[in-house]
DNA sequence: ACTTGTTTAAAACAGCCGTTTAAAACAAGT
DNA sequence: ACTTGTTTTAAACGGCTGTTTTAAACAAGT
């Protein structure tokens, strides 16, 4: 047992190049020789620390979850003093940021992208614990910004337009890269094309609100 | 469909079942064994017609690219009777149509999406074959969306914006389907989720082209 | 020093992979 | 009927995979 009390190096090495290399290669094409190359440590050290390799992928995305989370908080995004505007804004930045991250640090969210791409058993823990919370921050901000009175539907669309815009600087990155290389060169750019896709969204919660016959607006 | 004695060649039959198999493994996972069994031909016979798996899978990806364009034509446009607006909506419906066809013949498109998630060296002739041109089309019409004088980089960003919320519903379909799997359970759901994102780009668009040259800076 | 439990190490296992081999089956021309 | 070239087949070859085995190294308590 490997217990809570203070991990092992060993352990802690695997588990920081597991998420490299299952963000690099997905887990198929990830090998637990070329893991346990990287964090220099016995092949057999995957089966004893962890159980399996599917074991150790489970736990590789639990432990980018925290990083990531720790790394990009968002309790801005609660911050009542600011306008809705602003704290959608935020939100765009930010996770535009943390999709374009390519730091050392910035395998955790090129792992969950890949689960979303090609989700495994883990999804579903994924979506509970790290999707399902953000997209309720992203529903409430959206909620503000249209009309009270919209349907669900609407604003179910609106979410995956807005996560649709941002999401493609990952999973299209390849396009991105090759087509439009100068909207991700430097953070300026990223910061400039995270901006697009807001004030882009913007426009349309506008429109989406003015066009909304039910009730007259009564913010505003 | 695929009987002891069908009347297609092998080499067909093998092309056939490759953009199928490809499309639903990626090529890594695509074993050639499975890709002969469903094509009843015998495991040696990708090496005898195709040099190899990997000549195979640029041969499907070929393939699949003439299916698509020919299942999916687009001439209406370059139609000049139409409005911008009905032609970007048409060009918008048909992707996320193409994107989301599941049927026998659907497997193309996702063949193309696996492709762009994850290139392979194929990925070049693609770009050049299928997806500049499908940009081109789109910029031509955004273009004409948008105010003449707007500069390169925003344009390129409102492609961006469209082809993300489109791709979204492959890309990330497995998040589509397990939280809001009402916007893609029929035709008809589709068709209106097609139409959303239409207007919520033809919203964006008329702000950008009312706020020209100057964005406002919704931030602060 | 001995015991106990934990961690590392080298080697091997069984299975699947892409590919090749070599021979058999076939079709068509002469 | 025989030759020629093409297609199909069963079997095998290395190579890489995740995992297990077995034993050695280690730390700590007694």
Redesign the interface.
């Known amino acids: 047992m490997t217990g809570p009390n203070t991990p092992e190096p060993a352990f802690d090495r695997l588990l920081q190049v597991a998420v490299e290399v299952f963000a690099e290669f ?1 887990f ?2 990830a090998t637990v020789r070329e893991i346990c190359t990287r964090a220099n440590v016995n092949v057999a050290s995957v089966s004893y620390y962890f159980r399996s390799k599917d074991a150790l992928y489970v736990q590789a995305l639990n432990f980018a979850f925290k990083e990531a989370n720790r790394r990009y908080p968002q309790e801005h995004l609660l911050d009542q003093s600011l306008s809705p ?2 704290r959608f ?2 939100f765009v930045v930010n996770f535009i940021k943390k999709l374009l991250d390519d730091s050392n640090l910035g395998f955790f969210n090129k792992l969950i992208a890949r689960e ?4 495994t058993k883990a ?2 823990d994924i ?1 509970a614990t790290a ?2 919370p953000q ?1 309720g921050y992203l529903e409430a901000i959206i909620r503000q910004l249209l009309s009270p009175q919209v349907d669900n ?2 604003v ?3 979410m ?2 807005v ?7 990952k ?2 990155r ?3 890269e ?3 290389p ?2 991700i060169a430097d953070p300026i750019a990223i910061q ?2 995270a ?10 919660f ?3 609100k003015a066009s909304n016959p039910t009730l007259p607006d009564l913010q505003q």
């Open positions: 997905g198929r094409d505007e602003q804004t935020g979303i791409y090609e989700p999804l579903d979506l999707i399902v997209f539907q609407t179910q669309r609106c995956l337009s996560f649709g815009q941002c999401l493609t600087f999973h299209s390849s396009i991105v090759r087509l439009f100068e909207l400039a094309t901006q697009h896709i807001a004030d882009f969204s913007l426009y349309a506008a429109q989406f």
